[in-house]
């Protein structure tokens, strides 16, 4: 909180202080001041963005003077927004992404702690963190760093959960920093050719071009990490191989960092031909959730069969992620829990 001198300045610049709050009397107001105004900033973003997401989610209105923000509405939303205000500031001096603000509005609601928020500390993200050529990646939930953990430790990952939660982009980040630590020879990338509910029809081109618009998410990921020309020139060396899962058939998969994606669209023995894969020297990562499964009516899901079928066996973990670790768009967090409140979680 700030004096009233300061107050009675915000008061007299923004008149509409006085008028909602006569108008609506059991509202009240919070008073945050911040020293340095640049870091304020990029607290509020591009044409106050990020206070304007703050707003619609937690309820209250937001006045921004200088350096000085006026919270209003009613003491639980403002403590709510006081919270998210002063961590996102703390921890955050270099600017704002839009999965930090969705993790601040979570821990000022009391869903989780700073702690499982954005890690124990600095040396605790530092370990946990993986190093591509692009970029460095850090855990940024408990699942998160769960999954990190059990990717570095077990032959065998499973990651389990709703879309948006980064089970496909960390896995990648991985595959490619071991490549890079020269820990494997090469990054094998595959996913089930299974439609989404749609009927795409005839695709022309070759077989590279009639499979590719399957396999575009994992080329999307690999850009992420690796300049474009180097991800062009490992493929033709085939160093990186993306393919659908049915190429995986017969194959060996020695020295390689092997990564399944959209696995709850596998059967259960094509799950089991691509885990019998396994070579010496070699890690594999099943992505998948199972709350969208695209297999036709009465086909089991290879990755709910794999669930209840290897759970407990060494060097094979499953990291569970929930809504809670959305690093996309707070509303898709809302729009996962509202579905899994109406229907089954899952197929079998």
């Given at each position: 909180?700030?004096?009233?001198?300061?107050?009675?300045?915000?008061?007299?610049?923004?008149?509409?202080?006085?008028?909602?709050?006569?108008?609506?009397?059991?509202?009240?107001?919070?008073?945050?001041?911040?020293?340095?105004?640049?870091?304020?900033?990029?607290?509020?973003?591009?044409?106050?963005?990020?206070?304007?997401?703050?707003?619609?989610?937690?309820?209250?209105?937001?006045?921004?003077?200088?350096?000085?923000?006026?919270?209003?509405?009613?003491?639980?939303?403002?403590?709510?927004?006081?919270?998210?205000?002063?961590?996102?500031?703390?921890?955050?001096?270099?600017?704002?992404?839009?999965?930090?603000?969705?993790?601040?509005?979570?821990?000022?609601n009391g869903e989780s702690s700073p702690?499982?928020?954005?890690?124990?500390?600095?040396?605790?993200?530092?370990?946990?963190?993986?190093?591509?050529?692009?970029?460095?990646?850090?855990?940024?939930?408990?699942?998160?760093?769960?999954?990190?953990?059990?990717?570095?430790?077990?032959?065998?990952?499973?990651?389990?959960?709703?879309?948006?939660?980064?089970?496909?982009?960390?896995?990648?980040?991985?595959?490619?920093?071991?490549?890079?630590?020269?820990?494997?020879?090469r990054i094998v990338l595959s996913r089930?050719?299974?439609?989404?509910?749609?009927?795409?029809?005839?695709?022309?081109?070759?077989?590279?071009?009639?499979?590719?618009?399957?396999?575009?998410?994992?080329?999307?990921?690999?850009?992420?990490?690796?300049?474009?020309?180097?991800?062009?020139?490992?493929?033709?060396?085939?160093?990186?191989?993306?393919?659908?899962?049915?190429?995986?058939?017969?194959?060996?998969?020695?020295?390689?960092?092997?990564?399944?994606?959209?696995?709850?669209?596998?059967?259960?023995?094509?799950?089991?031909?691509?885990?019998?894969?396994?070579?010496?020297?070699?890690?594999?990562?099943?992505?998948?959730?199972?709350?969208?499964?695209?297999?036709?009516?009465?086909?089991?899901?290879?990755?709910?069969?794999?669930?209840?079928?290897?759970?407990?066996?060494?060097?094979?973990?499953?990291?569970?992620?929930?809504?809670?670790?959305?690093?996309?768009?707070?509303?898709?967090?809302?729009?996962?829990?509202?579905?899994?409140?109406?229907?089954?979680?899952?197929?079998?």
């Amino acid at each position: 909180m700030v004096g009233s001198s300061v107050l009675a300045r915000v008061i007299d610049t923004f008149g509409i202080l006085e008028a909602l709050l006569s108008v609506a009397p059991d509202l009240g107001e919070t008073l945050l001041e911040f020293p340095d105004n640049r870091r304020l900033v990029d607290l509020c973003g591009a044409h106050d963005r990020n206070l304007g997401e703050i707003e619609r989610i937690l309820d209250i209105q937001i006045i921004r003077r200088g350096n000085v923000l006026v919270l209003i509405g009613s003491e639980e939303h403002r403590r709510a927004g006081d919270r998210a205000l002063r961590m996102l500031y703390d921890r955050h001096a270099n600017g704002i992404a839009s999965s930090d603000l969705a993790l601040a509005v979570r821990f000022s609601n009391g869903e989780s702690s700073p702690e499982e928020t954005l890690g124990s500390g600095d040396r605790d993200v530092r370990d946990r963190q993986i190093v591509t050529r692009r970029r460095k990646v850090k855990p940024r939930t408990a699942s998160q760093r769960a999954y990190v953990d059990a990717l570095h430790q077990s032959e065998i990952t499973f990651g389990i959960g709703p879309a948006g939660t980064g089970k496909t982009y960390i896995a990648v980040a991985a595959a490619v920093a071991s490549y890079l630590r020269q820990e494997v020879e090469r990054i094998v990338l595959s996913r089930p050719a299974v439609e989404a509910g749609e009927r795409l029809g005839f695709l022309p081109g070759d077989m590279k071009e009639k499979v590719d618009p399957y396999m575009l998410p994992l080329y999307d990921s690999l850009h992420a990490f690796l300049p474009a020309k180097l991800v062009a020139r490992l493929i033709e060396q085939r160093r990186i191989e993306i393919a659908p899962l049915a190429f995986m058939r017969g194959r060996t998969l020695s020295s390689a960092y092997a990564v399944l994606d959209e696995a709850q669209n596998t059967t259960p023995i094509q799950m089991r031909m691509f885990l019998t894969r396994l070579g010496n020297g070699s890690r594999l990562a099943v992505n998948g959730d199972i709350t969208q499964i695209d297999l036709p009516p009465g086909k089991a899901s290879g990755l709910v069969h794999a669930r209840q079928t290897l759970g407990g066996i060494p060097g094979i973990s499953f990291v569970e992620f929930s809504s809670r670790d959305v690093m996309r768009s707070t509303m898709v967090a809302r729009i996962i829990d509202a579905y899994a409140n109406r229907e089954p979680v899952g197929k079998s």
